[in-house]
């Protein structure tokens, strides 16, 4: 699939810090070790919607992932994925009576746009489910020469006991899995499965149903077994960083994990597994099923400057659950302003030390909230005492833009 146009990144003096990230695994706060190339995987959308805040919040959070890597002297290979076939997409096309990929390509088109407008660097390999079916087929094969397949009438389950280590990723007891797997997409009910849990990983046809003719059968692909595939076609195993939402968790990380290390024989899938906080509106975790959103492009459309809906996702530490407010969007826009006035002043302040501040802080588990605070401070003085040094409103403009892929031009 086609991904979308980087913005380009300004490159900084001196060198970041070794980026430490919070593992859902391991359940602290770790140093990433990348190679020179880091690699990074993070769950893209699902499009039969457009781009919520919660979207956006995500994948501001992965971009300064990347950026603090960059900042570090590493390449980035990023990886992000398009589930442009599930049962949302199909629901969709059945209540509004379009074509499911109608949909599809146009929330993809509107997701890249947004994406763009927001200053989201570009995953290098931007993949299709769709797309991805020959390769989602080979790795089921390889599971089931595993023994860790069998069928419910035509469909292909994972059989969770084929991992011994499983429950590894997200650490939840068999109740809270057995109700969280029923919420997000699951069949612990269905008749004829071993165990309750056991994921779906193709789905034979059904009448009405798109299906894609495979040495499986007529079918499509179950949603973990398409991150495996796309993610070990791209970047392999034992890659530095997994990432999405934390409604992600459980059961797509656990069963992604599980599928990968039993199809290969190789520990681990993923080096870090890595969470965002659910964004909320009005008491409710923001979701297209809820309805109970705010989009990117309305606001853009609205003329609200993208900047400053950006300003407004990274004023939340990304581990943190949240809730979008017009008050946070103001305050985001008083900021933007105050460090465009900032950055246009022909001296200020030295600014070296706030840059080491930026970098200190966002490299201990990206703590986005002090790095403003750092800018505003850098920003205040500025504003109301001047300074000496000629270079420092050019430098601050960089960092902002490097760091924090706030653009002040
Ligand atoms: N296509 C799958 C992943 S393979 C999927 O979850 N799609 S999605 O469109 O539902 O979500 C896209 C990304 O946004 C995921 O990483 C998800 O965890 C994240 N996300 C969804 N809702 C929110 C929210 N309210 N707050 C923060 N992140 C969210
Ligand atoms: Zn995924």
């Keep these: 699939m086609e991904s979308w146009t980087s913005p380009s990144v300004p490159r900084l003096p001196g060198s970041g810090r070794p980026l430490a990230l919070f593992d859902s695994s391991t359940q602290q706060v770790r140093p990433t070790t990348p190679g020179p190339e880091a690699r990074m995987y993070v769950c893209g959308i699902t ?3 457009a781009t919520h805040m919660g979207h956006a919040a995500t994948y501001v959070a992965f971009d300064l992932v990347q950026r603090a890597w960059l900042d570090a002297g590493h390449s980035v290979h990023y990886v992000q994925n398009v589930t442009d076939i599930d049962d949302p997409l199909l629901e969709r096309a059945v209540a509004t009576g379009q074509d499911w990929r109608e949909i599809a390509q146009r929330e993809t088109e509107l997701f890249r746009t947004d994406m763009m407008a927001l200053g989201v660097l570009a995953p290098r390999d931007y993949v299709g489910a769709v797309e991805s079916i020959p390769s989602v087929v080979r790795c089921i094969q390889l599971l089931r020469e595993r023994g860790a397949v069998y069928a419910v009438d035509n469909d292909l389950y994972f059989d969770i006991t084929s991992d011994s280590l499983f429950g590894e990723v997200s650490h939840l007891d068999l ?65 530095d960083v997994q990432g999405g939402g934390s409604d992600l968790l459980f059961p797509h990380h656990e069963m992604g994990a599980s599928h990968a290390e039993v199809m290969t024989g190789e520990w681990p899938f993923a080096r870090h597994y890595v ?20 989009f990117v492009s309305r606001l853009r459309e609205s003329g609200v400057d993208p900047m400053a809906i950006r300003l407004a ?11 979008w407010t017009d008050a946070g969007l103001t305050e985001a826009q008083a900021r933007l302003e105050r460090w465009r006035a900032a950055a246009a002043l022909a001296a200020g302040p030295e600014f070296l030390p706030t840059l080491e501040r930026v970098r200190e802080v966002l490299a201990h588990d990206l703590d986005a909230p002090k790095a403003l605070a750092a800018i505003d401070r850098w920003s205040d ?24 892929g706030v653009t002040l031009r």
């Design 275 to 294: 969470h965002t906080g659910m964004v909320g509106l009005d008491g409710h975790k923001m979701s297209k099923s809820r309805g109970n959103l705010v």
């Design 175 to 239: 109740t809270a899995m057995l109700t969280v797997f029923g919420e997000r997409g699951g069949d612990p009910d269905r008749p004829g499965k071993r165990h309750a849990l056991d994921p779906l990983l193709w789905r034979a046809e059904r009448h009405d149903e798109p299906a894609w003719d495979t040495e499986l059968g007529h079918g499509r692909p179950g949603w973990h077994i398409e991150c495996v595939a796309i993610a070990l076609d791209t970047i392999g195993m034992a890659f």
């Design 313 to 323: 996702l990274v004023a939340h530490h990304y581990r943190d659950d949240w809730e």
């Design 381 to 404: 003085e500025a504003l109301s005492r001047g300074g000496r040094n000629a270079d420092a409103p050019g430098l601050m403009a960089q960092t902002s833009e490097a760091l924090l």
């Design 47 to 49: 499009p039969y919607d």
